[in-house]
């Protein structure tokens, strides 16, 4: 998962990314971190927490250039320390250098030990720092040539913002797995960024999505970026990102996330139906499927669940004990409108199935009489490897039981789950998706 941003001939570029970080804080929440850039030295600030915890008007002071990158962490590799924040800096035989990166790679720890053998010193446990160490000890002359090769060495998923003190580049990987977008600043120069909300913002016009193999090359003096086409292109967008992870109102590769979730609710509807007296979400990641659902079924749509917008969300709270917690304290049912009433409850996916659980129980305390689960993506039997935290079968659920025996763990009246054939239609199919979590299909090997 993870934000990651980048700004560019701008002279506001470390508030810009600040703005954009913000409107990306639903992607990462453990650590934030902003590098700027005024022509003669990279400037960091980085620590635990929320952006604007992280981040005030002192700090933004600090961080001067009309160049900056900054990154939101969620970690999927790597553990909770401070070193683990990024963007990871380091001074080398050009320069300095700044490096933030959302993604996974697959070869990281064949990578890592080799550098460890040939004398190397890692100061963290994540993936990024191979892709430092890589363009620290190429040959190379140019930066440009040294990030190519080490692009050549690493495999996985991954979204680059790497900046020197006068030249940015924004990479993605050849499988295009996770969303970057390229935006022009209404008060001068780029945008680059995790998702499109984040121009909304900070008043940038869409220029288009970054081709997955591509990279964008900024440099100072130059009104124009360089795009050079690295890797062959072979496109698996994450389906995650439209049922999960992107904010509704942001685009990816040209669809609306927003309208398709509704879309995926419409296709639930139409696979699954049943006699209820209300349509309620799971508040808010269930709310655009459970809108398709309503529309579709004829079923009256209610909020009747409230979520306390002051706790974060669950699925990326790294321990099970901190999931269970922020259950009870962000959501509570309308028992008023709810008591004696069939309900159906979309949400967008059953990881652990804690959460459901959960969620079930305190709706029949609140006096429902019927909870019929509905779940707005297939089920997740598969670990990813290339950004999502499930990093093994046994904390899959739908890995190790059927989906009668997951309906009665969860106490649903009844469960059901959108195929993966009716997902591949809601998306869409002028382009692959991947699907991993759901066929594992490890397409990068």
Do not use: W
Not at 270 to 291: C, F, M, W, Y
Not at 302 to 320: A, K, L
């Amino acid at each position: 998962m993870c934000a990651i941003v980048g700004v560019f001939g701008n002279s506001e570029a470390s508030r810009v990314a600040y703005y954009a970080l913000f409107a990306m804080q639903h992607r990462g929440q453990e650590a934030t971190g902003i590098s700027s850039s005024d022509g003669v030295k990279i400037t960091t600030v980085k620590k635990r927490g929320l952006v604007t915890d992280v981040f005030d008007e002192p700090t933004l002071s600090k961080l001067i250039g009309d160049m900056a990158i900054g990154h939101n962490r969620y970690s999927t590799a790597g553990s909770e320390s401070i070193l683990d924040a990024q963007p990871v800096f380091a001074a080398y035989q050009l320069g300095e250098i700044s490096i933030a990166h959302n993604g996974n790679l697959v070869n990281k720890n064949e990578v890592r030990s080799r550098l460890i053998e040939e004398g190397a010193i890692f100061q963290s446990s994540m993936d990024t720092e191979n892709i430092i160490h890589l363009i620290a000890r190429s040959q190379k002359e140019r930066l440009q040539d040294r990030i190519i090769e080490a692009l050549e060495v690493i495999k996985g998923a991954y979204c680059l913002c790497i900046q020197s003190r006068t030249k940015m580049f924004a990479i993605r990987d050849k499988y295009g797995v996770r969303p970057f977008s390229l935006g022009r600043l209404k008060d001068g120069g780029y945008i680059v960024s995790s998702e499109t909300c984040a121009f909304d913002l900070v008043g940038a016009e869409f220029v288009r999505d970054i081709k997955p193999g591509e990279m964008i090359i900024f440099e100072k003096d130059s009104n124009e970026y360089k795009s050079i086409q690295l890797f062959e292109p072979d496109p698996h967008i994450c389906a995650f990102e439209y049922i999960y992870f992107a904010r509704p109102d942001s685009d990816i590769e040209g669809k609306n996330v927003y309208a398709t979730r509704k879309e995926m609710g419409k296709a639930l509807a139409r696979e699954h139906k049943v006699d209820a007296d209300l349509v309620i979400p799971v508040p808010d990641s269930g709310v655009s499927a459970a809108l398709g659902y309503a529309q579709e079924s004829g079923i009256p749509f209610e909020m009747g669940i409230v979520r306390n917008h002051y706790v974060g969300r669950t699925f990326i709270e790294p321990t099970q004990k901190r999931r269970d917690m922020k259950v009870k304290l962000k959501l509570s049912p309308i028992g008023s409108l709810l008591k004696g009433k069939r309900i159906v409850v979309i949400d967008d996916s059953i990881v652990r199935g804690t959460t459901a659980k959960r969620i079930i129980r305190i709706l029949k305390e609140a006096g429902v009489s019927e909870v019929h689960m509905r779940i707005a993506s297939p089920t997740i039997e598969h670990p990813c490897k290339y950004g999502i935290d499930t990093p093994s079968y046994k904390e899959l659920i739908s890995a190790n039981y059927s989906i009668s025996e997951v309906e009665d763990y969860i106490e649903a009246d009844s469960l059901d789950f959108l195929s993966v054939d009716a997902l591949k239609e809601s998306l869409g199919n002028d382009t692959n998706y991947s699907l991993v979590s759901f066929d594992g299909n490890y397409f990068i090997k």
